[in-house]
Each structure stands twice: as C-alpha cells, then as structure tokens.
C-alpha cells in the first residue's frame, strides 16, 4: 500500500473513531448527569488521561444497568478500537538486511512474522463501524439525548 493511501486511512479510521468516543463521552455524561453537560464532557472525560479502556469500561456498567448488555456489539467496539490502535501506533517499516532498495514492511505486533494488512483491517473497520455507531447513538437516545439534524 502508497504511503499516501495508508495516510487517508488512517485519518478516516482515527476521526471516526474520535466520533464513537464523543457519543460514550454523551452516554456518560447523559446517564449520570442526565445531560450532556459541557463542562463534565470538556473538563473531565475530554482529558488525555481519561482513557478509551476506562469509558468503554463505563459504558459497559451503564448498558448493564439500563438494557441487557449486547456482548457482540462490545466485541464490535472492542475491534474498532485494536483497528484504530493499528492505524495510530503501527507504521514503521522494517527492511531486512542492508539492501536499501527491498520494499519494507510494517509488522504486526501481535505476531512480527507476519505484515499488518492496513487494506482488510480498513475494510473491516468501515463494515463494522456503522453498527456500532447506531448502537451507541440508540442507547445515547434511550437515556434521553436530544439529536439535532445538522
């Protein structure tokens, strides 16, 4: 894959990921707040060091306590988000050996023999994602979130 085709993918996957983290950060906000409020959202779970483990974490007890938890779709966001980690933190070449002209490859961390797809994990990341994000905006609806069009 060029360069610039794994760039425009990894902008596409980060900003929708980015999305589905604002509709948890609403979810939240909406279950204990019973309002998006902006401080809440901006000042706390906007924080770097609020992390996507804890959210999803979270999101989890709060879909326990108001509807049976859809494991799949946990699953399903639970995918999202190793895709999305491979978008944002795999990317170095490897070369083996000194021979500056072989093409290099990117290799995947969870097993270094084998080269991370970048093409089937976008395919599968742009599959997925639409349902996902349906979920999430139905229970942001379910705890009383207003939706405008734009």
Known sequence: ??????????????????????IINIIISQYYLKRADKSFLFEV????YFSFALKRRIL????????????RKVQDLNRLNTIRNYFAHCGQEYIKGPDKTQKGKV???????????????????????????????????????????V
């Open 107 to 149: 290799l995947d961390p969870r097993n270094i023999e084998e080269e991370v797809d970048f093409e089937s994990l976008y395919s599968e990341f742009m599959k997925e994602q639409g349902s996902v994000v349906n979920y999430l905006m139905q229970i942001s609806v379910d705890l009383g979130a207003e939706l405008e069009k």
């Open 1 to 22: 894959m060029d360069k610039d085709t794994l760039s425009k993918y990894r902008s596409e996957i980060i900003e929708k990921f980015i999305n589905i983290e604002w």
């Open 45 to 48: 779970l906007y924080d770097e």
């Open 60 to 71: 989890e007890k709060i879909i326990k306590n108001i509807d049976n938890l859809d494991n």
